[in-house]
């Protein structure tokens, strides 16, 4: 007989990691909301207001904002899956873990994939990424805005400009950067984008926001197909590839986020009241005052590293607002750290991956962790695992030079 175990009771911890972070109370009370039918015209009503609501939060006017149920690759997957047919060019910009994510999901898609690399730490200049859309002469170029790995953030709006003036797409993940960054999807000419709900705009993993434009909106619905059993009478399908993925297939995901209703999956209820609340948050504070919330966070942390005598990872010129990359002094151990920063102060604090990991700790101040109160007690925490690991910070510098940048605002 299964054990009957005890009611979950998980112990209260401060997520400073590259996330996720602690969902806002306002969106945990929203998900406590009761569960609707998913055609019952309150429900679809709410459908409708999360799709305004993410235009947005994108900075766009396009349609085609949604979410989809899944974490943040669930995102990235419809809408890779959706564009990439067996054969197409992919260019991929790879210059941390999540760059090469990109490149395995279109190798899945069976595309013909075509890299160009940075060393980690570094982003791309904008001639770089146009030089290889001419060599290479890619349908797609997929590029992460914010690698969380790296803790860099790549400009994009040349790159934008580079593609429309060779009529190529361009997909950009922004799954640790919307709500926290700025990131005008129209103003950048990104035709595709997604997130996730963890990270900036502190929700719960789950839901990935979407939006396409009508560029992309075109060459995806030349692959329409209808499942049978829903299929109506009279339906005439693209004459493109059937989508790989039955669950990831946005025609069929545009048809349920349409006025026709067509039923594709179950909608996730609490999800969706998640995500509503998410945006409904964000655009309440207004992007402004919430992209400089974490610039200001952001700069604080930063400040307070450095006035320990540790040093900041990468080309901080193109340092993510809301993740910071720290090097782990010559002697410490990463792990060990972390491991103290949760069972002492129960704050979480992450590594890296791949050549990375143990070289750098990733901390992150992202969403409703984006506060004076979190940044000054991770600095806080942090100085006295340290020390007690050999590590001699100066006494109190980090939270003295923290608390100067708030005090600064």
């Known amino acids: 007989m299964a054990e009957l175990y005890e009611q979950l009771n998980p112990p209260p911890r401060l997520l400073m990691g590259p996330g996720p972070v602690n969902a806002d109370p306002r969106v945990l009370q ?26 947005g939060v994108f900075q766009t006017a396009n349609h085609w904002s949604f979410v989809v149920n899944g974490t943040a690759r669930a995102g990235i997957e419809a809408i890779l899956t959706s564009i990439i047919t067996p054969g197409d060019r992919v260019l991929v910009p790879v210059a941390g873990r999540f760059g090469q994510l990109l490149c395995e999901i279109a190798e899945r898609c069976r595309a013909e994939v075509h890299i160009i690399e940075r060393p980690w730490g570094e982003v791309f200049p904008a001639d770089q990424v146009e030089d290889a859309i001419v060599a290479h002469d890619p349908k797609l170029v997929a590029v992460v805005h914010g690698d969380t790995s790296t803790t860099m953030a790549q400009p994009l709006a040349d790159i934008g400009k580079a593609c429309r003036r060779h009529d190529r797409l361009l997909y950009a993940d922004a799954t640790a950067t919307l709500g926290g960054m700025d990131f005008p999807v129209d103003a950048w000419n990104i035709d595709a984008a997604s997130a996730g709900l963890q990270k900036c705009l502190s929700g719960p993993p789950g839901s990935a926001p979407i939006t396409i434009n009508e560029r992309v909106a075109e060459v995806v619905l030349r692959r329409k197909h209808i499942e049978q059993g829903i299929r109506p009478e009279g339906f005439n399908p693209g004459d493109g590839e059937m989508i790989q993925s039955n669950y990831f297939d946005l025609p069929m995901l545009m048809d349920y986020w349409s006025e026709s209703r067509l039923n594709h999956h179950t909608e996730a209820t609490s999800a969706l009241y998640a995500a509503r609340e998410c945006a409904r948050v964000v655009l309440a504070e207004g992007l402004a005052a919430r992209i400089a919330r974490h610039e200001r966070a952001g700069r604080a942390l930063s400040a307070g590293i450095e006035a320990m005598g540790l040093r900041l990872f990468g080309d901080t010129r193109h340092k993510m607002h809301n993740v910071t990359g720290i090097e782990v002094p010559d002697g410490i151990d990463a792990a060990a750290v972390i491991r103290a920063m949760l069972d002492d102060f129960a704050i979480e604090i992450g590594t890296s991956f791949g050549p990375m990991r143990g070289r ?40 003295d030079a923290a608390l100067a940048v708030f005090g600064d605002s």
């Open 30 to 55: 929203a998900m406590s909301m009761p569960l609707l039918g998913q055609f019952d015209p309150d429900f679809t009503g709410y459908m409708n207001q999360v799709m305004e609501l993410y235009r």
């Open 360 to 399: 750098v700790w990733r901390i992150g101040t992202m969403g409703h962790n984006a506060r004076k109160d979190a940044v000054t007690n991770t600095l806080a925490a942090l100085e006295v695992t340290l020390r007690r690991s050999g590590y001699a910070a100066p006494a109190g510098a980090g939270v």
